[in-house]
């Protein structure tokens, strides 16, 4: 796939919807790329360590590499966003596409939900996880440049429809991601044929839903873009977050965003 370029300026869109993302500014342009070698997907896995381990404290278990690395990676594309002045990788995506999906033998969401109400759209359905941005570049502009790239990639393939663990932190025990699901199950949600059951439920009712939240940027930004929720989300205790099974029909983008992404 080509590489893009994407000026701040045509972002400013998404940073003004959203008064409440980081107040560090994009100075330079940032570039959008495919991983193409060992060395730039081992990029995308130094930055996912910093962001996961690091600084949210997941156990990824003893490496004295300091990168985040499973089984999958080796069966999917990797999306790099790329700061212009330094050439650092700031943002990263991994996409599992159908064809590797089959070779894999599963998805990452299989060890987290039953998705037995999803596989009649496999042939068609991408997987993308391992999504994380460097604290100093959490701002609107960089999420839409991530959601660009998996467009274009989306309709390059002609793939229609995106699953993925939107992960939600826990520091607080849960009551955070149990207001959240609450807030979400009465706007967001999915018709009900596409309904996820969790393995390892998050125990909402255990827990306080009452607290007034927002959603983190990420997610915020695929229920902006016209995401929904697959259900109840599922409890990660390796990452100590919560995670909402997250689709996405390519054809049911907001019209207000489909001008950036589907060009």
């Known amino acids: ?19 409440k993302t980081s107040n560090t ?20 896995q130094q930055l996912r360590y910093k962001v996961f381990a690091e600084e949210m404290g997941a156990h990824l278990g003893a490496t004295h590499e300091k990168i985040d690395k499973d089984i999958l990676d080796q069966y999917c594309d990797h999306l790099l966003i790329r700061d212009t002045e330094t050439l ?25 939900f039953n998705l037995d109400r999803l596989m009649h759209l496999s042939d068609k359905m991408v997987e993308v996880g391992r999504s994380c941005v460097h604290k100093d570049f959490r701002t609107g502009g960089v999420i839409m440049a991530l959601w660009s790239g998996l467009a274009e990639y989306m309709k390059k393939n002609g793939y229609e429809v995106m699953i993925g663990c939107a992960s939600v932190p826990m520091g607080d ?3 955070y991601a149990a207001s959240l699901a609450k ?4 706007s967001h949600l999915s018709s009900i044929e596409y309904r996820v059951t969790p393995k390892l439920p998050l125990p909402i009712h255990e827990l306080d839903q009452d607290l007034d939240v927002e959603a983190p940027a990420l997610l915020k930004g695929y229920l902006r873009v016209g995401a929904k929720i697959c259900g109840d989300p599922a409890w990660d205790p390796d990452f100590n977050t919560a995670d909402f099974l997250t689709m996405f029909f390519l054809k049911d983008i907001n019209p207000r965003y489909a001008k950036h992404f589907l060009v």
């Not at 500014?25 to 990029?43: T, Y």
């Not at 807030?183 to 009465?186: G, S, T």
């Open 1 to 19: 796939m080509s590489e893009l370029i994407l000026d701040p300026s045509l972002m400013n869109e998404v940073n003004a919807q959203d008064q």
């Open 25 to 44: 500014s994009l100075k330079n342009p940032i570039q959008i790329s495919w991983a193409q070698d060992e060395n730039e997907v081992r990029e995308a």
């Open 88 to 112: 650092k990788v700031i943002g990263t995506y991994r996409v599992l596409p159908p064809h590797k999906a089959k070779e894999a033998g599963f998805y990452y969401s299989d060890m987290e």
């Open 173 to 175: 025990g849960g009551h």
């Open 183 to 186: 807030k979400i199950n009465q």
